[in-house]
């Protein structure tokens, strides 16, 4: 693997339309999948996780294992996809992706009479033959895959499914199958599935993915010299909370909602240069709408006015990577004050240098640190592994020479 080089733009202007929302995609192509007639998903620079998806979906019928890749979605939405349809089969991933908890979903599929066996907790998974009943369900962990799996299982379950989480999550699961006539309704923290239904046919055109958009977002707030504007993006509150801690520090970002007749609110994000950020305190109930962002408000953190402070967000030690360690590593090395917690961070602004930055081969942790670079919060960096990028950011490193109107 090359390493690449990042290091401060000049300036960052102008637009970009980022690739399809993952979340969104994922569960269109499943959808599509168990849809009453033909349907159309319409997926722009389709990263490699969604490739996944396609791929298992596309190998259903030929008995082989199912290769989810590095998708942790993927695996954990299928387990219950095909737990609902009765579709026996094996599913695998690469070694990050073996390292994952999947218990979480296997245990509440299992009360519901499903037969679905892992391997020590962890990938292979193995789903066989079974029929389903309609169950109640309390998960501990606040996770939209959890609970999408449990409502893709529960279409094929006779009555009526309760999730009740413990904090709100995303809601892209709920949204597209309301969409698409399944009776199901998020009430408070409670999702309500009543089955059996089977989506009806459709066409989608999946819009840009707000995670790959809060890069940009982080950016240009952090570069001095900034004004961007992300469009045809999706709007979805559940995903915006990023937004709303990034003005909390003294952001400028403008929502520009467009309306639209699919499931998900899109429109555009424009964002200038913020002339002064403060430092912030994250924990609770809002850690895990932020789940995918919190590496890029970690950068952010170690340009701002004071001591700033993650909790509360173990979640991050079972994602792509040890995204606790890994942000802290990398923050130490681009030169921030940082000390680790083992449920987060505390982070302030030291002197920025020149680093090597590890990735782990995790897409979310070389995307923020070559936002780091890219607006002057750390100095050069060498980034070991720029590929990874492309698991929900195809084109990333072409949309970064294009904004910051030089090669990197
Ligand atoms: C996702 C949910 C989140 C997120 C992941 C996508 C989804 O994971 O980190 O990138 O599409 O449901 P958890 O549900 O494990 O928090």
């Excluded at 960052?12 to 995609?25: A, M, Q």
């Excluded at 939405?77 to 999947?102: F, H, K, N, Y």
């Excluded at 900034?226 to 520090?249: H, K, S």
């Excluded at 004050?337 to 995790?362: F, L």
Aim: proline residues 6%; glycine residues 10%; aromatic residues 2%.
């Amino acid at each position: 693997m090359t390493p690449r080089v990042v290091r401060a733009a000049p300036v960052l202007r102008g637009e970009v339309r980022v690739p399809s929302d993952k979340s969104i995609g994922h569960r269109a192509l499943m959808a599509a999948a168990i849809a009453d007639g033909e349907s159309q998903v319409l997926l722009h620079r389709a990263g490699d996780d969604l490739r996944s998806t396609e791929r298992c979906l596309s190998a259903l019928e030929s008995g082989e294992v199912l290769d989810c890749g590095n998708s942790g979605t993927t695996m954990r939405l299928l387990t219950g996809l095909l737990a609902g349809q009765g579709i026996p089969g094996v599913l695998d991933g690469d070694e990050s992706l073996r390292r994952r908890p999947m218990e979480r979903v296997a245990a509440p599929l299992r009360a519901m009479g499903a037969d679905v066996r892992t391997t020590d907790g962890h990938a292979p998974l193995s789903i066989g033959r079974g029929a389903l009943q309609a169950t109640a369900h309390r998960p501990k962990e606040a996770s939209a895959q959890v609970l999408g799996a449990i409502c893709l299982a529960a279409l094929g379950a006779e009555g009526e499914t309760t999730v009740e989480m413990p904090a709100a999550t995303r809601d892209h699961t709920e949204r597209l199958l309301a969409w698409l006539g399944v009776p199901i309704r998020r009430d408070g923290l409670t999702t309500i599935l009543v089955g059996p239904a089977r989506p009806r046919a459709f066409a989608i055109d999946v819009p840009g993915d707000p995670s790959s958009a809060a890069a940009w977002i982080v950016a240009a707030t952090l570069h001095p010299d900034a004004d961007l504007t992300i469009v045809e993006a999706c709007l979805n509150p559940t995903r915006l909370a990023f937004v709303d801690v990034l003005n909390r520090m003294g952001a400028q970002i403008e929502l520009i909602e467009n309306s639209t007749d699919g499931p998900e609110p899109t429109g555009s994000l424009r964002v200038t240069s913020a002339p002064r950020l403060d430092a912030v305190e994250i924990g609770g109930e809002e850690v895990a709408g932020l789940i995918d962002e919190l590496p890029l408000l970690a950068v952010v953190m170690a340009a701002a006015e004071g001591i700033s402070e993650l909790r509360d967000a173990g979640e991050l030690r079972v994602k792509e990577s040890d995204r606790i360690g890994s942000v802290v590593e990398n923050l130490a090395r681009i030169g921030a004050r940082v000390e680790e917690r083992s449920s987060g961070w505390r982070v302030s602004r030291g002197t920025p240098r020149n680093a090597d930055v590890t990735s782990y081969g995790d897409h979310r942790i070389a995307i923020a640190f070559a936002m780091a670079a890219l607006s002057g919060v750390a100095g050069e960096v060498r980034i070991d592994d720029p590929g990874c990028a492309s698991v929900s950011y195809p084109g990333f490193w072409e949309d970064l020479e294009a904004l910051a109107g030089v090669p990197a």
